[in-house]
């Protein structure tokens, strides 16, 4: 390390501790949101300098003499060497989904101060190492998957055992984004055309990059961003036409089967085709819209309403979600700052696309601090507005009432003032009847960006501030479904590929179209369940989609131990051990809560113990509406509770058997 990296590395340091001791412990004026911006880009930049260097250059040897799989295994279909650049769009693309949006908004009810903690820490120690591990160590073999890489440390056994949680996984984690993007999208023309209008664009886009003007990467972008604003002008042209708002409004029905359609086409296509493209220019509305949002962030330097620490983060009781900081806090914030997910696409599609070896560090590490970006954006967004508006929001209706009188008592009652008028006045300002009750932490992201934008161009735009950000979340949503299901038939190939023989071969198209199909298949099914029944499919096991997302990274960082471990990389095994273990205890801890806590607010078997001795006494909970509806909830809470047992227990085994072979590994050595 030079003189100049030196200074640098000091002088960031003092920037973020001067800016963290600001956040944390200096109270005598209000703080601003630019110190939370301050904190989290110097240590963005540290991390990304520094630390994925070190990684690279140090623990893997990272060089671009080695070919890597895009290039020794070239097939056109999934091997395509890829301008790293339109690789970390499409990197950044898949990975980037609704976790980074909701989970800071959710935890927000904790205070600004341990999402401005976990966050950028998280994502630098720990999220952006993930990707960047298991990306590299896909790479050096031969782009296999994650399940793959265990099949060949672990043997069949354990091969099989972890290829069965992360597809089983994935298909829950690929439901819920999905029902997140229908739900967003139906009935909404403008959301629907523009989303759609991505497709045919992309398509051109990777036609003329590979086929009409190979290598023309500029060219590409400048017609396929030129497009997609258009696509955006259109859509508001859309939406308000008598005639072509009808043909471009979706029940939500019409739109599940419209992605699980899309998801076919997106896992079955070559990926230069429509993937690689389409997530590369979704990136540009992503990482444009960012900017734009952070310089409305700096220009503006809003002021954090939200307390550094509310009395929930003491209670762990909010009216938003139930329990303690240890160990739900980080299940909530989730992929803004560590997400499983990630994992499947550092060692799904992006391994095969790499061009040369020294991308890693911005495809791994630099997309995730991208996201993790992102995720202080919802943040900032949910805690600089009026602490009674973010609670009159996100508090379920059963907590706060129906009308905004009584939810201007009860949300006054907390300590956190707001009138009936405030609530009626914003409904009216963003164009809509209510904004009581919009639970989920989206709706909540899209008002607090208006608000901060209004700041700027006035209350008059408001409602087109909202609306944009809503139409912002769609796009940001769809691209992980697409990949996630190129993953998903990567899986499930490897799976099958032990008994069939032609399902080893990924540019097989007989495997390629029937692995395709029964992946789409299987989240469609809990897509549709869900989508016409409150109570059925993926609205069942939604409860366990942020502990099982935090348990495939615990996997995937105890399988990144595991490969340092077996090519002999000992000292530098605490690079992966100590985010694993981080993550195994918080991880394994929250999905044991989940299970066995007695409060039935928060453990599932309690939950579904109290229900049984309400209707026991021929009563009713309060949201329940029918005997018939009390039981579906029972059982939806024994499934949670036995999946969650289970997804525990088949980690757990998967860190024992690792730690077997590491020690024996050590041994030998």
């Not at 110190?35 to 140090?58: D, E, F, P, Q, V």
């Not at 060692?347 to 995730?368: F, I, N, Q």
């Not at 009390?630 to 969650?644: E, H, K, S």
Request: with cysteine; proline share 4%.
């Amino acid at each position: 390390m030079n003189l100049k990296d030196r200074l640098i590395l000091v002088v960031l340091s003092i920037v973020f501790a001067f800016a963290f001791y600001v956040l944390a412990i200096y109270r005598k004026e209000p703080v601003n949101a630019g110190w939370i911006l301050l904190c989290a880009l110097s240590l963005y930049i540290l991390g990304y300098r520094y630390y994925s260097y070190y990684i690279a250059y140090k623990v893997f040897e990272v060089s671009d003499q080695n070919p890597t799989p895009a290039h020794k295994f070239y097939n056109g279909l999934d091997y395509v060497p890829t301008n790293k650049w339109v690789l970390f769009g499409h990197h950044f693309a898949a990975i980037s989904g609704a976790g980074p949006l909701v989970g800071p908004v959710l935890a927000a009810q904790m205070g600004y101060l341990p999402g401005v903690i976990w966050i950028p820490i998280g994502a630098v120690v720990a999220g952006a190492v993930q990707d960047m591990l298991i990306l590299t160590i896909s790479m050096r073999m031969g782009g296999k998957s994650l399940g793959a890489i265990a099949r060949e440390y672990l043997g069949k056994f354990g091969g099989f055992v972890v290829l069965l949680v992360i597809y089983s996984i994935l298909i829950i984690l690929l439901a819920v984004l999905a029902l997140v993007v229908v739900k967003a999208t139906a009935m909404s023309p403008w959301s629907a055309f523009t989303s759609f209008a991505t497709i045919p664009i992309a398509m051109l886009m990777g036609l003329y990059m590979w086929k009409v003007r190979p290598g023309a990467v500029l060219q590409a972008t400048a017609i396929g961003v030129s497009l997609l604003m258009l696509s955006l002008v259109l859509g508001g042209f859309v939406a308000n036409h008598p005639t072509l708002s009808k043909l471009f409004t979706f029940s939500e029905v019409q739109i599940a089967f419209g992605l699980m359609i899309y998801g076919f086409f997106a896992s079955a296509l070559p990926v230069w085709l429509l993937l690689a493209p389409r997530d590369y220019l979704s990136t540009f509305m992503k990482l444009g819209t960012i900017i734009i949002i952070g310089l409305g962030v700096f220009i503006v330097n809003p002021e954090i309403k939200m307390p550094a620490l509310t009395q929930y983060a003491y209670t762990g009781m909010g009216p938003v979600w139930q329990g303690s900081l240890f160990p739900f806090l980080m299940i909530t914030i989730a992929c803004g700052a560590v997400s499983g997910f990630h994992a499947l696409i550092s060692s799904g599609t992006s391994p095969k696309l790499l061009d040369k070896e020294s991308h890693v560090r911005l495809v791994g590490y630099g997309s995730m601090l991208g996201e993790s970006f992102v995720a202080i954006m919802a943040l900032i967004s949910a805690v600089s507005m009026e602490p009674g508006l973010y609670f009159a929001i996100n508090s379920p209706a059963s907590v706060i009432g129906k009308t905004e009188e009584t939810a201007a008592q009860i949300i006054s009652s907390w300590g956190f003032n707001i009138s009936a008028e405030e609530l009626k006045r914003m409904a009216q300002l963003i164009g809509e009847q209510t904004i009581l009750s919009k639970v989920g932490g989206a709706p909540a992201f899209a008002i607090g960006m208006a608000l901060i934008f209004a700041r700027i161009t006035g209350e008059a735009l408001l409602s087109f501030w909202y609306h944009f950000a809503i139409l912002f979340e769609v796009v940001f949503i769809l691209t992980t479904i697409d990949s996630g299901t190129r993953v998903g038939r990567y899986i499930l190939q490897d799976l099958l590929g032990g008994v069939i023989k032609s399902f080893r071969d990924y540019s097989n198209p007989w495997a390629n179209m029937t692995a395709s199909f029964t992946t789409v298949a299987l989240w469609g099914y809990f897509l549709y369940a869900g989508v016409i029944d409150p109570y059925g499919g993926i609205r069942s096991l939604w409860p366990l989609f942020g502990i099982s997302n935090q348990l495939l990274a615990t996997t995937a960082l105890t399988i990144a131990v595991l490969y340092l471990a077996k090519t002999g990389r000992f000292k530098y095994l605490w690079v992966a051990g100590l985010p694993a273990l981080l993550m195994a205890i918080n991880t394994i801890s929250a999905g044991i809560l989940k299970v066995f806590h007695p409060d039935p607010r928060i453990g599932f078997l309690a939950h579904a113990n109290f229900i049984s001795q309400k209707v026991a006494m021929g009563e009713l909970p309060a949201g329940i509406k029918s005997f018939e509806i009390a039981q579906r909830v029972i059982m939806n809470d024994y499934t949670n509770a036995f999946l969650g047992t289970l997804y525990v227990a088949l980690v757990s085994l998967v860190i024992l058997l690792t730690l077997k072979e590491v020690i024996g590994s050590w041994q030998k050595s």
